[in-house]
């Protein structure tokens, strides 16, 4: 193994994005927090990095490998001499270069800042290499994994349309949701927990069970969680979540939003600001509110601008139309398996991106070494 100590200014040559074009066409157009849209004009091509240069989004790290359009916002990052691009892009991401990003209001990161960051890398072109080709094995899988999950719930909604939306007739029953007993096993408005606010304290290491939150499913369960002690979990006897339940944000800039509690290898209990309807029939509560139908529902109860909220007895007023419950139960058979599926893949996701996350900064350092 190979290592210099050097500026990483001698390993890459940094450019600056320019305006972006107000033309469309197919080309990426990249600013700091990704993607922004699309045009027929470019400024990069072939491999190339993508910094965010200013801001929420300073020192974020993007790769390509087409031609692209890097807006002013950002800077573009090319390797110098014989160093491997995708080398060099998951040793920005390791580096976290939000860390050197100057000023606290309106952070920034510049060419000349960049260049005088002093590190340690691998000058071995077989190392870097090997160790890109690991990590890119590992994302290809996790980025074909997240592609299978948007087929299957896409033909999901597909299946749905077909059966509840171009076979729809008049003569179906229509039902408010407070009276579904006779398949929903529990309904849930979840507010602030204020009855528990003085005996339990949320927990940033492992307890228990896990708080699920709406910041966990807006960042895709990537940024830890928050766990409360088996006391919690048992008081909260009516927010237990298991798999498959449709959770719905009430309250703030995400209400009338609808997700479902993924599959985790922990209890789990709702946090506030939502709802949660357990039912028999998960997957077509969850297909229907996704809906145009149901979000056009949704969006007629929520009411107010500072902070949107979404009245919840006005929920359970909605009235859906359905033929029957056998006709549920029909559907319910034939989407389950695409959705244990995705509950399975999304397992797998978190595995590997625990793996990539854990091998990134060793192999980086050398502290792990992989060859061709």
């Given at each position: 193994?190979?290592?210099?100590?050097?500026?990483?200014?001698?390993?890459?040559?940094?450019?600056?994005?320019?305006?972006?074009?107000?033309?469309?066409?197919?080309?990426?157009?990249?600013?700091?927090?990704?993607?922004?849209?699309?045009?027929?004009?470019?400024?990069?091509?072939?491999?190339?990095?993508?910094?965010?240069?200013?801001?929420?989004?300073?020192?974020?790290?993007?790769?390509?490998?087409?031609?692209?359009?890097?807006?002013?916002?950002?800077?573009?990052?090319?390797?110098?001499?014989?160093n491997i691009t995708k080398y060099l892009y998951y040793f920005l991401v390791n580096l976290q270069l939000n860390q050197f990003a100057e000023g606290s209001s309106h952070p920034l990161v510049t060419q000349t800042l960049l260049n005088s960051i002093e590190i340690e890398i691998s000058d071995d072109v077989n190392?870097?290499?090997?160790?890109?080709?690991?990590?890119?094995?590992?994302?290809?899988?996790?980025?074909?994994?997240?592609?299978?999950?948007?087929?299957?719930?896409?033909?999901?909604?597909?299946?749905?349309?077909?059966?509840?939306?171009?076979?729809?007739?008049?003569?179906?029953?229509?039902?408010?949701?407070?009276?579904?007993?006779?398949?929903?096993?529990?309904?849930?408005?979840?507010?602030?927990?204020?009855?528990?606010?003085?005996?339990?304290?949320?927990?940033?290491?492992?307890?228990?069970?896990?708080?699920?939150?709406?910041?966990?499913?807006?960042?895709?369960?990537?940024?830890?969680?928050?766990?409360?002690?088996?006391?919690?979990?048992?008081?909260?006897?009516?927010?237990?979540?298991?798999?498959?339940?449709?959770?719905?944000?009430?309250?703030?800039?995400?209400?009338?939003?609808?997700?479902?509690?993924?599959?985790?290898?922990?209890?789990?209990?709702?946090?506030?600001?939502?709802?949660?309807?357990?039912?028999?029939?998960?997957?077509?509560?969850?297909?229907?509110?996704?809906?145009?139908?149901?979000?056009?529902?949704?969006?007629?109860?929520?009411?107010?601008?500072?902070?949107?909220?979404?009245?919840?007895?006005?929920?359970?007023?909605?009235?859906?139309?359905?033929?029957?419950?056998?006709?549920?139960?029909?559907?319910?058979?034939?989407?389950?398996?695409?959705?244990?599926?995705?509950?399975?893949?999304?397992?797998?996701?978190?595995?590997?991106?625990?793996?990539?996350?854990t091998l990134l900064p060793k192999l980086i350092s050398g502290e792990v070494r992989v060859t061709l």
């Amino acid at each position: 193994m190979s290592r210099k100590i050097c500026f990483l200014g001698d390993v890459i040559d940094f450019g600056n994005g320019k305006k972006r074009p107000k033309s469309e066409g197919d080309y990426p157009i990249y600013g700091g927090n990704g993607i922004l849209g699309y045009t027929d004009e470019t400024n990069y091509d072939g491999e190339t990095i993508i910094i965010g240069r200013v801001g929420a989004y300073c020192g974020s790290v993007y790769y390509e490998n087409e031609p692209i359009w890097i807006s002013d916002n950002a800077l573009s990052a090319k390797p110098k001499k014989f160093n491997i691009t995708k080398y060099l892009y998951y040793f920005l991401v390791n580096l976290q270069l939000n860390q050197f990003a100057e000023g606290s209001s309106h952070p920034l990161v510049t060419q000349t800042l960049l260049n005088s960051i002093e590190i340690e890398i691998s000058d071995d072109v077989n190392e870097q290499k090997a160790i890109a080709s690991v990590l890119t094995s590992l994302e290809d899988k996790i980025d074909l994994l997240h592609r299978k999950n948007i087929t299957l719930e896409a033909m999901a909604v597909v299946l749905f349309r077909q059966w509840f939306v171009e076979k729809e007739d008049e003569s179906w029953e229509s039902i408010k949701i407070k009276n579904f007993d006779a398949f929903v096993t529990d309904y849930v408005a979840n507010g602030s927990f204020a009855s528990l606010a003085a005996n339990v304290k949320y927990k940033d290491e492992p307890d228990y069970a896990i708080l699920i939150r709406l910041t966990d499913f807006n960042n895709n369960f990537k940024n830890g969680f928050v766990y409360v002690d088996e006391h919690a979990y048992n008081f909260l006897e009516k927010s237990k979540l298991i798999c498959g339940e449709v959770i719905i944000s009430n309250v703030g800039a995400y209400s009338g939003t609808v997700f479902r509690c993924p599959q985790l290898d922990k209890p789990m209990t709702l946090g506030p600001n939502s709802i949660v309807i357990k039912s028999k029939h998960n997957h077509f509560f969850y297909l229907y509110f996704k809906s145009i139908k149901g979000k056009y529902f949704l969006d007629g109860i929520i009411s107010g601008s500072a902070q949107p909220k979404f009245n919840k007895t006005a929920f359970k007023d909605l009235e859906i139309s359905y033929p029957n419950l056998d006709y549920l139960k029909d559907f319910e058979s034939i989407v389950q398996p695409f959705f244990s599926k995705i509950d399975s893949n999304s397992l797998q996701i978190r595995t590997l991106e625990n793996l990539r996350d854990t091998l990134l900064p060793k192999l980086i350092s050398g502290e792990v070494r992989v060859t061709l």
